[in-house]
């Protein structure tokens, strides 16, 4: 594996997150060092790049925005959720934890904000401004601490924690293995009968340490490709 010169260390992580790798995922040379080592060890993974499953960097700003984009956007399209968050922040524009806890329920429902959704935002925001969840400081943490942090919060579970942990601080092993869409493109990529649980799949993920996060990032392109090649519509 190749190295870079002053590389940005990161700690070591915990549940769905393995390493420590030497590199933060934050920077398209990262990206391609991933997918090029991933392709070197698993012919599933060489044969979806092949086929144009070449994945985007995505990144997402860390903080308490970054989270709540996350929340948001979790179980809806692309489209809803682009609406409740263009709606959310212009209620909001100075979107801080500090600003949602002290936004009236009225204006997140008006929003479009869902029950549930306003009480995670409510709690993560609880959680940030008491100091519970440091989310300004998450990345000096190891990785196992963050993501003990963060699924402590309510309404925070494992899948918003590795989505945080990959797409916000960049921890290159992190995979969101009860994601649907991940499920769906690893049973096409092997061929299988069924979709694998996040239990299997998380079994599967074991070939692509330390590079598991590049994997689910190759995997959501090729699900991308193989959905639009039957004509279905894509979820984000």
């Known amino acids: 594996m190749r190295t870079r010169r002053n590389p940005k260390p990161i700690s070591p992580p915990a ?8 590199l933060l995922l934050d920077s398209e040379a990262v990206l391609r060092e991933g997918v090029a080592a991933l392709t070197a060890q698993d012919p599933i993974m060489a044969r979806l790049v092949a086929e144009g499953a070449v994945p985007p960097l995505r990144k ?4 308490f925005q970054g989270l709540a984009g996350i929340v948001v956007a979790q179980q809806l399209s692309t489209a809803s959720a682009g609406a409740i968050w263009g709606r959310l922040t212009a209620r909001l524009p100075d979107l801080t934890a500090e600003a949602l806890a002290a936004a009236p ?5 008006e929003a479009g904000l869902s029950a549930p959704k306003i009480r995670t935002l ?10 519970a969840l440091p989310l300004d400081t998450l990345h000096a943490l190891s990785a196992n601490e963050a993501h003990r942090l963060m699924v402590a919060v309510h309404g925070i579970g494992p899948w918003t924690a590795d989505v945080y ?17 991940l499920q769906e493109a690893a049973r096409l990529a092997d061929g ?5 649980n996040a ?24 699900y991308r490709i193989a959905k639009a090649r039957d004509g279905a519509p894509v979820p984000s």
């Open 122 to 131: 409510r709690a993560a925001a609880g959680a940030v401004v008491g100091g």
């Open 199 to 222: 239990a299997a799949l998380t079994a599967r993920a074991e070939a692509w340490r330390p590079w598991r996060g590049v994997a689910a990032k190759v995997l959501w392109a090729y």
């Open 105 to 109: 329920d009225s204006a997140l429902r």
């Open 192 to 196: 299988l009968d069924a979709r694998p």
């Open 165 to 181: 942990l990959l797409f916000c601080l960049g921890h290159p092993d992190a995979f969101p293995a009860g994601d649907l869409a």
């Open 60 to 63: 997402r700003p860390p903080g």
């Open 15 to 22: 549940a769905g997150v393995t390493g420590p790798p030497s």
